[in-house]
């Protein structure tokens, strides 16, 4: 594989189920991200990680866990999904937390019923 | 707050003509100002950065100008093809920020 990897590529899930998002990247790169991309509201980070084993708080990461056991794997996991967290996520990563140039995974839409 | 926001939602061009996408910025202490493409059903991509001591940054058949008096920033898309209808978004970023602040995007859709 090159580049990023996310799964499942879409899933409907019951409120209050638990789900866990998986991404993976091969670059090597040190950081990555979370986003969620809601219509008219582009991409809003959820959360991030400067290198393995740190993870840091974005924008909205009410509701959202995550963990950086090693350099490739950056899983997202909703404890608890709520109907609002309906959204396409994208995973993306960079060489640094100072590189501008982010890769994005393809997506993963989630519907929460 | 501090913002990242983009004129127009839609745009619409003829195949090879030029194309300019505009964006407002509100946070003047922002460094580096980045475009991202995202293809329908795609990831973002990312096209080109301008630091924020440049006013003017050339890529292959695409231009970043920076006007920080007005806090304006726009993407030239030289000899628009359809390969180029996809939606794009202005973004952000302080030096030592760990984040990227995106815009809403405009839909570049070319037409033949």
């Known amino acids: 594989i090159a580049g990023i990897t996310q799964a499942p590529t879409s899933q409907i899930l019951a409120a209050g189920r638990r789900m866990t998002l998986r991404c993976t990247q091969d670059?090597?790169?040190?950081?990555m991200y979370w986003y969620r991309q809601d219509l008219g509201l582009g991409l809003r980070l959820i959360h991030y990680?400067?290198?393995?084993?740190?993870?840091g708080k974005g924008e909205v990461p009410d509701g959202y866990s995550v963990s950086r056991a090693n350099t490739d794997d950056f899983p997202l996991t909703l404890a608890s999904a709520v109907p609002s967290q309906t959204s396409v996520y994208f995973c993306?990563?960079?060489?640094?937390?100072?590189?501008?140039?982010?890769?994005f995974g393809p997506g993963t839409r989630l519907t929460v019923l | 707050g501090e913002s990242v926001g983009l004129h127009l939602p839609t745009l619409s061009v003829q195949e090879g003509d030029n194309s300019i996408i505009n964006c407002a910025y509100s946070?003047?202490?922002?460094?580096?100002f980045i475009w991202y493409k995202q293809e329908s059903g795609k990831g973002p991509q990312f096209i080109i950065d301008?630091?924020?001591?440049?006013d003017k940054r050339q890529g292959q058949r695409v231009t970043v100008l920076l006007n920080k008096t007005v806090k304006h920033l726009s993407l030239q898309i030289a000899a628009t093809q359809p390969g180029d209808s996809a939606v794009y978004f202005c973004?952000?970023?302080?030096?030592?920020?760990?984040?990227?602040?995106f815009g809403s995007g405009t839909q570049l859709t070319v037409l033949p």
């Open positions: 993306a990563s960079s060489a640094g937390l100072v590189s501008h140039e982010q890769f």
């Open positions: 670059m090597r790169h040190n950081a």
């Open positions: 990680s400067n290198t393995a084993g740190t993870t």
């Open positions: 946070n003047s202490a922002s460094d580096y």
């Open positions: 301008i630091r924020s001591n440049m």
């Open positions: 973004a952000e970023k302080y030096d030592s920020a760990r984040q990227l602040t």
